[in-house]
């Protein structure tokens, strides 16, 4: 198993950016899969991003592509998610995920089964 710790989320205008941050403890962080996946009220889980162990692959929901960008540093167990040019439509609470290492670039929230406890992202119109 892997833990995940969230951060970075918060308030922020339309038009701008944030950079939510999860960090993982565990031996086998840089063989997994991981993800950012986000929930609004009322609405189900949607898969924003995902990338693979290495980094070479990754995985945009078209909802974010060419604003959001996902990466990873596999020496400091910690994934990242660049949020720009953000809407009001990008609120809701963002969870770090992490997959098992059968899965390469993961294409869903079910792909996962290791979650963070989640960051609330607010976006003022």
């Known amino acids: 198993q892997v833990q995940l710790v969230e951060s970075g989320g918060g308030l922020a205008q339309t038009g701008g950016s944030l950079r939510l941050s999860c960090a993982a403890s565990?031996?086998?962080?840089?063989?997994?899969?991981m993800g950012w996946v986000r929930q609004a009220p009322g609405k189900d889980r949607e898969l924003v991003a995902a990338?693979?162990?290495?980094?070479?692959?990754?995985y945009y929901a078209n909802s974010v592509k060419g604003r959001f960008t996902i990466t990873r540093d596999n020496a400091r167990n910690t994934v990242y998610l660049h949020v720009n040019s953000l809407k009001p439509e990008d609120t809701a609470v963002y969870y770090c995920?992490?997959?098992?290492?059968?899965?390469?670039?993961?294409?869903?929230?079910?792909?996962?089964?290791?979650w963070g406890q989640g960051t609330q992202v607010t976006v003022s119109s």
């Open positions: 990338i693979n162990w290495s980094g070479a692959s990754t």
């Open positions: 565990g031996r086998t962080f840089s063989n997994r899969a």
């Open positions: 995920a992490a997959a098992p290492t059968v899965i390469n670039t993961p294409h869903a929230p079910t792909d996962f089964t290791s």
